[in-house]
């Protein structure tokens, strides 16, 4: 027997009456909620708060609020970024769910882990910014290098993360045709 899902609640009462409101408080975990560069920690606190109710079709929408703690990398300095995450949710749970429209209402009873799952993963930011005017890497760690050799002898900075390019040399059979060779003239 598997365990009971977190967020499962059992909406027959909302069923049998029809226009009835129930005010949701809930707090479960879950796992597995990231996106690029940011995350919900593993065992963090989610919380739901909401009013479910009863529609003329039988189905039970689901209004109200996810919250949870996030944390993650800023784009552009790679310091750590948190914050906390609001997401607002109004959703429908019917017996027979739509796919990417509704949720699935079974034997009376709703799980609202994917809704939760849903609403924070749209909400957690793609590209975190540790403050709104980050200048990036301290030049002073990424020090600029020499000359570029095939720029002609032009002060162009040669990043030292590439450095190792540099060792590789143009040796092969089109080294002398250049970068573009075969490149569909």
Sequence with gaps: MS????????VAGVLR???????????ATLAGLQVMAARVPEGAQI????????????AVKVTGAVSAPWTGECRRC?????????????EVFEAHPIEGDTYPLVDEQIDLGNMVRD???????????????CPGPD?????VGQACEGSGGTDRPVD???AQLD?????????EAGPTAGAGA
């Design 78 to 90: 790679l310091g750590p970024v948190e914050g906390q995450l609001v997401a607002e949710v109004s």
């Design 160 to 162: 030292p993360r590439w």
């Design 119 to 133: 609403a924070l993963l749209l909400a957690l930011p793609l590209a975190p910014l540790c403050q709104p005017r």
């Design 167 to 175: 060792q590789l040399g143009t040796k092969g059979p089109d080294a």
């Design 17 to 27: 009456h029809l226009g009835t409101r129930t005010e949701l408080s809930r707090t």
């Design 47 to 58: 919380q739901l708060v909401g009013v479910i109710e009863s529609t003329a079709s039988g």
């Design 3 to 10: 365990p009971r899902p977190p967020l499962l609640v059992n």
């Design 139 to 143: 030049p002073e760690e990424f020090p």
